[in-house]
Structure formats: C-alpha cells, structure tokens
C-alpha cells in the first residue's frame, strides 16, 4: 500500500528551486546528496536546470513515468497541480504545502483529497515535512537525513520531527522510515523493514478509522504513541497547528489501552522503549533485579522501578547461596552491589547465579567503570549470559567518555544501553508484561 510513497520507481519534486535556502532547493538536494537511485525530476517553469537536473515547466512534460510527487507551491494553485499529476498517472503525493485546515481553510483540504480520490491517488499531507526511507535512502524531506534502523516515526508535527530526527541522530538511533503527515492523511501498515513502529499524534479527524488501524497494526509488531494536546492550552494549539481537534484525553488513554499500544509521556521515552524493544524481547512477570558497582546509581534504579509498578525483591536464599562466593564487603541484596572492585568475570558469575531459576523476569546492570576495569570485558560477559539465559537485560553503563566505545559493543551483542539509571529503568517496562 506504501510503496508508491516509499519505493517508487521516479520522483518529481514540483516547487523545485534553484534559491539554496528555498524549501524547494533543499528537498530536491536531499533526495540527491542521499544517494537515491530512481530517477528525479525537478518541476519549475523559470529554470532549466536545478542541480544538476533538467528542469520540467510542468509534471506533464515530463516524458517517462512518475510514481511519486512532492509538492511545495502555494496553495492557491494545489487543485490545478493535483490535477495535472493524477493526469501523468502518478500513484502517490506528498503535499508540503500549508495553508489548509490548519489555517481555517479545511474546503481547499478536502478539494485537494477529492481531486486526488478522483485519480486514485494516495496523499500524504498537506502541511508536512515528507518522507524518508532509508532502505532506499530516498530523503524526501526538508529535514535532516538520518541513520538506518528499525524504527518508524510517524509525526504530525513537522517541526517536532525534524528536532527528533537530529536527537535521534546524537543518540545513535537509526530509522527505517519517517513520515511526516501533516493534516493527518497518511496511512501506516505493516513494513518488513520496521520493527518498531513510534508515533505522535496531536489529533485526528476520523478516530474510529485511526483506531481500528492502530490496533490492527499492533497485532503484528509494538506501537508507541506519544499524544500532544493533552491541556486546554494544548488542545488550542493543536486547533491552529493541524486543524485537528485534540480530543479528551481519557477517551484517547482508553482507545490507546484497548487497542494494545504503548503510551509515552516523552519523546525520550518513547524512542527509548522502541530502542528497548528492537534489542529484546518481551516477557512475564514483573521481578526485576539491579547488579551494579556503584550503589547511588542502582538505587536509583529501584526507586524508579518500584515507582513504576515492578518488584525489586532481595534474592531467594537459593540464590543467595549460589552468591556466597562473593566476598564480604559485597551486598547480596537488591540491587547486588559488587563494588568498585567488581570484576567482569564476577559480572558473568553472579548474573548466571541470579537467573539461574525464575526467581526474576529481567535484570538491569548498572556499571560505572572505575580505572582498571576494561568495561568491554564487562560488556562480553553480561552477553554471555543474556544469551544462554534469554532473559531481558538492560544496561547502563555510565561516564559517557569512559564507556564511548563500550556501548556500541553493547549493542551489537544485543543489550541496549541508556545513559541514565531513570532512562534505563523507564525503557525495561515496555518488556515486562506483569502477571
């Protein structure tokens, strides 16, 4: 259903500039610095040629076929344009331009979706910031390109998804494909190449069809949805920004519930949860334990658990025999505390002793690595024992600098990392189903 949007065979970019700052000049130089491979045509009647590219007056004179249309003119002239491209046969439209529901003009919104019902075209828009698939490195976007990964964001902020796209981007978070929907026109189904699918929704028009999408999708992989508009003073702003209503917030908690998503209350946790998940799988239960060398950190790990509904129990005395190993300034309790003079085959032994029964459902390793302790031998064991044991593990391995290329290994071997003992903890509920 989406490939017209995110493989297409060509892609006429119509508002093409030729003014380095322009909107028009900066997609069209995205889609061609990224690498895409399909063919590209630059739609503008005063140049013939814009980076590179022949220019085109209209979508019309272009000779070969055209799959996809970004949009960026004024809106005064959307239907005409709209027209011209269900004419050309081309499949799907991004619109970039504003100016519709968003600013009280919704009947120029719903002319544009007629004339494109009328030609079978599927719209994504107006009053968005594009599309990217990175599989394809197809950066249809006025935002900044991004890594690769297996999580989608789908936005109806624009200006919120470009600012994410750039954090994500610091935080070593890859996508598989971004879409920014504006007006609420896009559509999102099953994708073989996302795991994860994110989204922020301000409001929506249809919500029984919003619903009944969301829950089919989160049959087949995890939803996370983020909800703006949630004060009065929110729902005001979302009036002028989308031209959507907000909506009562319980009655969206409640449709969020019942269709099995995930709620977010921050974007940060929402990407968190989803770097969770891409990492590990979901289970059970709800007994967490905490292994760390640095006893303030871990405690705050639990008290975030706890806050968060999960247990934190002390060890079963099988368990706590299986520790006696361990020498007498180290704490056996929960959160297990090796002190700075833990080792990394000690992390090995005393994770192995504490999984060793389903006694705990998940475990989250906290690890501030002291001088003299090689933070990657830490790293290889804890993996060592997540795979024997396919338990959820999360780690936070702490003092950025020291653990820099530390966390890359991580995650390699399948453990992600969060830099902070709230972060970490917030980001294991997604796996934990409690009994």
């Known amino acids: 259903m989406l490939d017209s949007f995110f493989n297409p065979r060509s892609v006429a970019v119509i508002g093409a500039s030729t003014r380095p700052q322009s909107l028009g000049h900066v997609l069209l130089k995205n889609i061609v610095e990224g690498g895409y491979e399909g063919d590209v045509y630059p739609i503008n009647p005063s140049a013939d040629t814009i980076l590179g590219l022949r220019a085109y007056p209209s979508i019309l004179d272009v000779e070969a076929v055209v799959d996809l249309a970004i949009v960026m003119i004024p ?11 269900g004419e050309k046969g081309v499949k799907a439209l991004v619109v970039i331009s504003a100016g519709f529901s968003e600013s009280g003009n919704a009947e120029l ?12 075209m599927r719209v994504i828009g107006p009053n968005c910031a594009g599309i990217i698939n990175t599989s394809n490195k197809l950066y249809a976007s006025i935002e900044s390109r991004i890594s690769t990964g297996k999580i989608a964001f789908v936005t109806q902020s624009g200006a919120l998804g470009g600012a994410v796209l750039a954090w994500a981007e610091n935080e070593g978070i890859g996508f598989s494909k971004f879409a920014s929907y504006g007006n609420a026109r896009a559509h999102l189904e099953s994708d073989e190449e996302t795991e994860v699918i994110t989204l922020y929704v301000e409001g929506v028009k249809d919500g029984r069809k919003f619903y009944e999408a969301t829950k089919r999708v989160a049959r087949i992989k995890p939803v996370i949805v983020m909800k703006g508009g949630l004060s009065a003073a929110g729902s005001r702003a979302v009036q002028s920004h989308t031209g959507s209503l ?3 917030s319980a009655i969206y908690m409640a449709a969020f519930k019942q269709a099995g998503v995930t709620y ?7 990407f968190d949860m989803a770097k969770a998940l891409i990492f590990q799988g979901r289970v059970s239960g709800g007994r967490v334990v905490v292994l760390t060398n640095s006893g303030g950190p871990a405690v705050m790990v639990a008290d975030e658990l706890e806050e968060l509904g999960f247990s934190v129990p002390a060890p079963s005395p099988d368990i706590k025999e299986r520790l006696s190993f361990l020498p007498g300034f180290t704490s056996v309790r929960n959160p297990v505390d090796l002190t700075a003079q833990g080792s990394p085959e000690n992390y090995a032994k005393v994770l192995e002793a504490l999984f060793s029964e389903d006694y705990y459902d998940a ?15 830490v790293a290889e064991a804890l993996a060592g024992v997540e795979l024997r044991h396919k ?11 020291l653990v820099v290329e530390v ?7 399948g453990i992600p990392n969060f830099p902070t003992p ?5 980001a294991l509920r997604v796996l934990l189903k409690k009994s």
């Not at 919104?109 to 079978?120: C, K, N, S, Y």
């Not at 977010?264 to 929402?270: F, H, L, Q, V, W």
């Not at 338990?391 to 600098?401: G, L, T």
């Open 264 to 270: 977010a209350n921050t974007i940060e946790d929402m």
């Open 363 to 377: 475990g989250i390793v906290v690890c501030v690595p002291p001088l003299g302790l090689d933070a990657s031998e």
């Open 391 to 401: 338990k959820p593990i999360i780690a936070c391995f702490m003092a950025r600098e």
């Open 246 to 248: 907000a909506g009562n």
């Open 109 to 120: 919104e719903e002319a544009l979706i007629a004339e494109a019902e009328r030609w079978g």
């Open 422 to 426: 709230k972060r970490a903890a917030r």
């Open 407 to 413: 966390v890359p290994l991580l995650e390699r071997r």
């Open 75 to 85: 809106s005064t002239v959307i239907i005409e344009v709209a027209r011209q491209c």
